[in-house]
């Protein structure tokens, strides 16, 4: 197998891709209780705040699987390149949102000029490269044999991982093609959820691209939360459950947002 000249090479990027993820969080933080200009009926750096929380937990999840990975594959060309295309693309995403909050324009579906239109097809670009990644990563771990993980993790790495980055794009291309979040005209100071700032009224496509995205972290939680409880055969074939469960409540709630109902309609 192909390895790369220096050791730990894409922990380092992908400690990198975290820690810059964290800074920027923080920076945008600051920047939402210094700067009260509004983008969409929100405060112009929540979306950057967002981001910044959202890619320091994906990449800090791609972290914790490399991590685990056995020294082989730590050092495997394929596993430099997943971790230098997340850092790159991640990057790439957080500056230029980051830059139009400052500018106080939208990032996402602005094709108001055909730079911004240009640049709203290289972060689309930029973001499936990054959701692939993580699925690229979980096949990894489900073929390292000698990785830190019990039959149940590993399970809950790869089933969780492979789901997360099919349902992931899934919803993001439905957002991205439709060029907006919603399903269905939003009234004038309608109601929304607090900090994460989904609809009440309407179709919000970004619940279930949040549910999708974060089974990433669900299933290898679930599968570390019944470690030792039951056998490696049992706590297997719950964590094939869960993930299931999980995909199928996503698509649930993915359905009933594209009738434009908001997403909490499923509890009815």
């Not at 937990?57 to 390149?81: I, P, Q």
């Not at 990644?133 to 771990?141: D, E, F, P, W, Y």
């Not at 009234?187 to 496509?205: F, I, K, M, N």
């Not at 970004?206 to 599968?223: E, N, Y």
Request: aromatic share 10%.
């Amino acid at each position: 197998m192909l390895t790369i000249p220096h050791a730990h090479g894409a922990d380092g990027l992908l400690r990198l891709t975290t820690g810059f993820s964290l800074f920027y969080a923080a920076a945008a933080l600051a920047g939402s209780m210094l700067d009260h200009r509004v983008i969409n009926g929100e405060n112009a750096w929540m979306k950057p705040l967002k981001f910044g929380v959202s890619t320091a937990l994906y990449a800090g999840t791609l972290l914790w699987v490399a991590a685990s990975l056995s020294a082989e594959w730590r050092h495997a060309r394929s596993l430099f390149l997943i971790a230098l295309t997340v850092c790159v693309s991640t990057l790439f995403e957080l500056i230029y949102i980051g830059i139009q909050a400052g500018r106080g324009q939208p990032s996402h579906f602005n094709l108001s000029t055909p730079f911004h239109a240009a640049m709203y097809s290289l972060m689309a670009v930029a973001a499936v490269a990054l959701v692939l990644s993580g699925g690229a990563l979980g096949v990894v771990a489900f073929l390292d044999k000698h990785a830190a993980f019990s039959q149940p993790m590993r399970w809950g790495v790869a089933l969780a991982f492979s789901m997360s980055t099919i349902l992931t794009i899934l919803t993001a291309l439905t957002m991205g093609g439709r060029l907006t979040h919603h399903v269905g005209l939003e009234p004038l100071a309608a109601l929304r959820l607090p900090v994460l700032g989904w609809s009440l009224t309407v179709g919000d496509l970004r619940v279930p691209h949040f549910l999708a995205t974060h089974l990433m972290q669900s299933g290898p939680l679930f599968a570390w939360m019944i470690a030792g409880v039951t056998s490696d055969r049992g706590g297997t074939g719950a964590v094939v459950c869960f993930c299931l469960a999980w995909a199928a409540v996503t698509l649930w709630v993915f359905r009933i947002v594209l009738a434009g109902r908001p997403f909490f309609a499923f509890l009815g």
